[in-house]
């Protein structure tokens, strides 16, 4: 492996910092665009859903047990429970349904 | 009189350090639990304890260190890997804009900087949902409870996830999208655009890890594509008025 894991840490923190840090120390008024204003307010959502599937079929040893999971997290989360209590439902999807098919 | 006024803000100070400190247990807890499978995650691309507890802390970010690590396993280039980490952290942005507005005029550069460290879903919330303007030693203190977790429950998945039975570990692989689903959901049940957005998004997601091109693309290279496009037909398409963007 040629490519360094610390270099891929690093650049990753540096991204990290500078994407929390620049619009704090440089912006001092309302950004006035309205696209860019909706572009930003759009991304977190649609990156998310983009990340969630299909990747969740193939972080369980079974495509069904994955799915199962979306279903219970998007119900829990339509519900209400926050981000550690749909987590663990998620989780104890996968831990029963894998108890049957895997 | 001048002096008075300095040893009061000092105790606000210190109230508020404390309050933080006491904030940041529950959250500090939460994150313990769900950086664990971070952890796994990042076994699975073959890091070491100290590789994931090292970019935990540093990082602090669940989706955008899981985007970063599932390029570290496909050996992605440097720039690829840091537009990966751009986009996946691109709510960190708009949370920072926000902090933005809402910090004491005339406040020290130096808490400007610190404080933008670790801007993450909840730290911002328990931040953001406070009166009046930004206490930085309020964050200092959720900061203080919460980070640690975050780092030593990564190191911790990374350590035991060759421990636990593999129902386990697949189980526990999940966490991390029930958390993306806890961020996306709620937002959707309150606004149609964004109801619409997350199952077009799946299904492009979907579609695009099979069609001919696309799929020979990296994931991460595709997340930045579909992101990119999705949002800008969103923003072109419904952009958000004045009161609500």
């Known amino acids: 492996m040629s490519d360094n894991i610390y270099v891929y840490i690093l650049i990753m923190a540096g991204v990290s910092y500078a994407i929390r840090v620049l619009p704090l120390t440089l912006i001092r008024r309302q950004i006035r665009s309205r696209f860019l204003r909706s572009f930003l307010y759009y991304v977190p959502y649609v990156t998310l859903s983009v990340m969630t599937f299909p990747a969740i079929l193939k972080a369980t040893q079974h495509p069904v047990s994955g799915l199962l999971a979306l279903a219970a997290g998007i119900l829990a989360a339509w519900k209400g429970l926050g981000l550690f209590r749909v987590a663990v439902i998620c989780c104890g999807v996968v831990l029963a349904a894998e108890f049957l098919l895997v | ?245």
């Open chain 2, 1 to 245: 009189m001048r002096r008075k006024r300095t040893e009061l803000a000092a105790a606000d100070d210190r109230r508020a350090f404390g309050e933080g400190m006491r904030d940041g247990v529950p959250i500090g807890l939460g994150y313990l639990a769900v950086s664990f499978s971070l952890g796994i995650a990042a076994r699975s691309v073959g890091m070491t304890p100290g590789q994931s507890f090292l970019a935990s802390l540093l990082c602090n970010a669940s989706a955008g260190e899981y985007a970063g690590f599932t390029s570290i396993g496909a050996h992605a280039a440097y720039l690829e890997i840091a537009l990966v980490t751009l986009v996946a952290n691109a709510r960190y942005l708009l949370m920072s804009c926000a902090m933005s507005q809402r910090m004491r005029p005339g406040i020290s550069p130096v808490h400007r900087l610190c404080m933008a460290f670790d801007i993450t879903d909840e730290l911002f919330a328990i931040a953001i949902s406070r009166p009046g303007y930004l206490n930085p030693w309020y964050t200092y203190g959720a900061v203080l409870t919460a980070a640690p977790c975050w780092a030593v429950g990564t190191a911790l998945g990374t350590m035991a996830g060759n421990l636990l039975p593999l129902r386990l570990v697949s189980a526990l692989g999940v966490a991390l999208y029930g958390m993306f689903l806890a961020v996306i959901i709620p937002p959707a049940q309150k606004d149609r655009v964004v109801a619409g957005l997350v199952p077009l998004c799946f299904l492009l997601s979907f579609g695009a890890a099979a069609a001919p091109v696309l799929r020979e693309l990296s994931e991460g290279t595709r997340i930045i594509l579909l992101t990119v496009a999705v949002s800008s037909g969103a923003a072109l398409l419904f952009p958000r008025s004045e009161e609500e963007a």
